[in-house]
């Protein structure tokens, strides 16, 4: 098995320091970019420090997204990337690099989707008065968090809860699922129902640490 694989960060790079503690570099699993649209993302600077080829593509550099989206697909493609995982990428991806790697963009988003889409998962969850709160993994399609889901799990959200406290529950479930779900695509585990492309079949027994 093997699988090159590259994530986008805009911000901390939590879920990008998971997989790279958690499957770079194991069972033919390679990290080989990690891609931003700020200079500033701390992400880049763990994957620096963990030797990765970095690149940042600020949206304000190119004439639109759409030539920003197409220079970050070459400069991945040239990497020979198989699997690109948004890992807290917080622009929305142009329809035609959706279509460079269809089937191929992992996203972790801090929600029951299709509860809650969007910017602010949490808060929205909890001013809504929701009583579970959850984590998701998906394909990326070309909607606003409307791809296959992957992987899906739900905490309780205590009716008291803050937002600090709910946010590292969820980034600890987010920190479990996405190397997982990573895990899972590399063994070729993941593979869309012929029924209903929206539901993907993970093959029995693949899933270990569920
Ligand atoms: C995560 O909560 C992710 O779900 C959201 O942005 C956050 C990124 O965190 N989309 P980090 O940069 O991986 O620490």
């Given amino acids: 098995m093997s699988l090159r694989v590259a994530v986008l960060v805009s911000g901390e790079g939590?879920?990008?320091?998971?997989?790279?503690?958690?499957?770079?570099?194991?069972?033919?699993?390679?990290v080989v970019a990690v891609a931003s649209n700020r200079p500033d993302a701390r992400g880049l600077e763990r994957a620096r420090a963990a030797g990765v080829d970095t690149a940042t593509f600020e949206a304000g550099e190119h004439p639109?997204?759409?030539?920003?989206?197409?220079?970050?697909?070459?400069?991945?493609?040239?990497?020979?990337v198989e699997l690109v995982v948004l890992a807290g990428f917080m622009e929305l991806l142009t329809p035609g690099f959706v279509r460079?790697?269809?089937?191929?963009?992992?996203?972790?988003?801090p929600?029951?989707?299709?509860?809650?889409?969007?910017?602010?998962a949490l808060q929205q969850a909890i001013d809504y008065g929701a009583r579970v709160a959850?984590?998701?993994?998906?394909?990326v399609d070309e909607g606003v968090d409307t791809g296959p889901v992957v992987l899906q799990e739900s905490f309780s959200l205590p009716y008291a809860a803050g937002i600090a406290e709910v946010e590292h529950t969820a980034h600890a479930l987010e920190h479990e699922?996405?190397?997982?779900?990573?895990?899972?695509?590399?063994?070729?585990?993941?593979?869309?129902?012929?029924?209903?492309?929206r539901r993907v079949l993970v093959r029995e027994g693949a899933d270990v640490g569920h």
Avoid: Y
């Avoid at 939590?14 to 390679?30: F, K, Y």
């Avoid at 929600?111 to 602010?120: D, E, K, T, Y």
């Fill in 64 to 80: 639109d997204r759409a030539a920003r989206d197409g220079a970050m697909a070459h400069w991945l493609e040239e990497r020979g």
């Fill in 134 to 139: 959850g984590v998701t993994v998906h394909f």
């Fill in 100 to 109: 460079s790697f269809a089937g191929r963009i992992l996203n972790v988003h």
């Fill in 177 to 197: 699922l996405l190397p997982r779900a990573v895990r899972l695509f590399a063994e070729g585990a993941l593979t869309p129902d012929p029924d209903n492309p």
């Fill in 111 to 120: 929600s029951l989707l299709p509860a809650f889409p969007g910017l602010h």
């Fill in 14 to 30: 939590s879920n990008l320091q998971a997989i790279l503690d958690s499957v770079h570099g194991r069972d033919g699993i390679e």
